[in-house]
């Protein structure tokens, strides 16, 4: 699994042009699956990110996690972050999971964030989206799955 997480002042998605999810102060989360995740990966990645202290006490360090300043989350999926492009111009996807695994494991993702008690806003999988994110510091984080 990897994710792309950012700290925003807000963020929301904008789903098929029509439905319009957002969140204020928390994370945005990009998400994508491999071929070889599983549930306890993503509740080990959650955990994680939940976790992460990228929020400044009243120092300025870094030190309170998204639930500790009770924020938001938005997670979208996007597959693209497996891409592949070590060969030629057209980036390979074929280390992601098919559509039916990736979508799986989006809402095993989704439902562990949901249980978490934070608030949770989401993308649709397989969607066509416009994400509009309010990054703030700019905080970006690349998290690996297989680097945790």
């Known amino acids: 699994m990897k994710t792309v997480i950012q700290r925003v002042k807000k963020a929301a998605v904008t789903i098929n042009g029509g439905e319009k ?3 204020g102060e928390g994370l945005a989360v990009l998400a994508a699956f491999g071929k070889s995740d599983t549930p306890e990966i ?4 959650f955990e994680k ?9 009243s120092e300025g360090k ?3 996690s998204v639930a500790d300043i009770n924020g938001a989350l938005l997670i979208v999926s996007q597959f693209t972050l497996y891409a592949d ?14 559509f039916d695994e ?23 999988f397989g969607a066509d989206m416009l994400v ?7 905080v970006t984080i690349i998290l690996d799955s297989e680097n945790i």
């Open 21 to 23: 999810r957002e969140i």
């Open 42 to 45: 993503c509740r080990k990645t």
């Open 49 to 57: 990110i939940r976790n992460m202290r990228i929020f400044s006490n």
């Open 62 to 64: 870094f030190d309170k």
């Open 85 to 98: 492009c070590k060969r030629g111009n057209r980036p390979d996807f074929m280390q992601a999971a098919s």
């Open 102 to 124: 990736g979508k799986k494991m989006y809402e095993e993702f989704l439902k562990v964030a949901q249980s978490s008690g934070l608030k949770t806003a989401s993308g649709e």
């Open 132 to 138: 509009d994110i309010q990054n703030d510091g700019p």
